[in-house]
Nanobody
């Protein structure tokens, strides 16, 4: 069955860095654009970053542009989110998704990122 498993979250101080990883299985990973979303308590879900199936193109929310980098390794069925210069407002549950044209995305279970001193 389809699985997306996020790892690498945790507690970090403002200005610090974290690298989120997402391991995919149960579908042809290299055929799917991938995305990272986040949701903070009391806030709407936000699309943070996306990457095309071959990794040739990326896009970012304005709130993270220049600080976050999405990447993927199709040979390993992995997608990553490198997060630098973290701010308290980056605190959220982060989700990895596989984009499916005309259908709901496949979703991971989410992982908590907390930025606090």
């Amino acid at each position: 069955q389809v699985q997306l498993v996020e790892s690498g979250g945790g507690l970090v101080q403002p200005g610090g860095s974290l690298r989120l990883s997402c391991a995919a299985s149960g579908f042809i990973f290299s055929s799917y654009p991938m995305r990272w979303y986040r949701q903070a308590p009391g806030k709407e879900r936000e699309l943070v970053a996306g990457i095309t199936s071959a990794g040739g193109s990326t896009n970012y929310a304005d709130s993270v542009k220049g600080r976050f980098t999405i990447s993927r390794e199709n040979a390993k069925n992995m997608v990553y989110l490198q997060m630098n210069s973290l701010k308290p407002e980056d605190t959220a549950v982060y989700y990895c998704t596989a984009f499916r044209y005309g259908y709901s995305d496949y979703w991971g279970q989410g992982i908590q990122v907390t930025v606090s001193s």
